[in-house]
């Protein structure tokens, strides 16, 4: 029994995001949870270029795959940032003491 390439990449993909919401579910440390964030999107991103590849529009599929990943780079270069600071002012990266934040 052989298993076919979309096959895999559905398991792939499905793998990536079950993991991901499992690490968004169950960390409150804001670096994890960019790191959760971005498996997310790997998952997704592997989805378009299954899609693309299923569909016969390669091109496309790997279009949106390099400006999903322009796009999450900025956003997680943007989180970084955030984390950066946060831990300037507050000390530590758990999410719940972010509530200390509001006014």
Known sequence: MTISIPTTVIIMVLGLIGIGIYALLTTRHLLKVIV???LLVKGAMLALVLA???TGQEDLGQSLAITVIIADTIVAVIGM???VQVRRVIGTL???SLTSLRR
Do not use: E, P, T
Request: proline share 0%.
């Open 94 to 96: 758990d999410l719940r």
């Open 52 to 54: 693309g590849r299923l």
């Open 36 to 38: 959760a964030l971005q």
């Open 81 to 83: 940032a955030l984390a």
